[in-house]
């Protein structure tokens, strides 16, 4: 079993910051991309950032400049280090890892999500 535990949502002034953690647990061989994804009510899952595991980065236009993803390998963790929050930044924000199971194929696994709501 290979469980995605999302934590450091929650809600947020215009302008503030948070950091996200996504830590990976269970049975699995390694950890290959990670990334992160948001979606906002009555909207598609968007990718926010992504990292491979040698630390090559990539994110989506309207995110960069203001957020940073990273990554733990030893702790088997992503973050992503959100500034200058706005409020369209609204959403559940759900952590994705490609993960080789022991005996598996590597395949794709999703966390539970994490709300970030930026209002005044």
């Known amino acids: 079993q290979v469980q995605l535990v999302e934590s450091g949502g929650g809600l947020v002034q215009p302008g503030g910051s948070l950091r996200l953690s996504c830590a990976a647990s269970?049975?699995?061989?390694?950890?290959?991309?990670m990334a992160w994804y948001r979606q906002a009510p009555g909207k598609q899952r968007d990718l926010v950032a992504a990292?491979?595991?040698?630390?090559?980065?990539s994110y989506s236009d309207s995110m960069k400049g203001r957020f940073t993803i990273s990554r733990d390998n030893a702790k088997n963790t992503v973050y992503l280090q959100m500034n200058s929050l706005k409020p369209e930044d609204t959403a559940v924000y759900y952590c994705?890892?490609?993960?080789?199971?022991?005996?598996?194929?590597?395949?794709?696994?999703w966390g539970q999500g994490t709300q970030v709501t930026v209002s005044s």
């Open positions: 994705n890892a490609e993960i080789k199971r022991l005996g598996g194929p590597r395949a794709p696994y």
């Open positions: 269970g049975n699995f061989f390694s950890i290959y991309d």
């Open positions: 990292i491979t595991r040698d630390g090559s980065t």
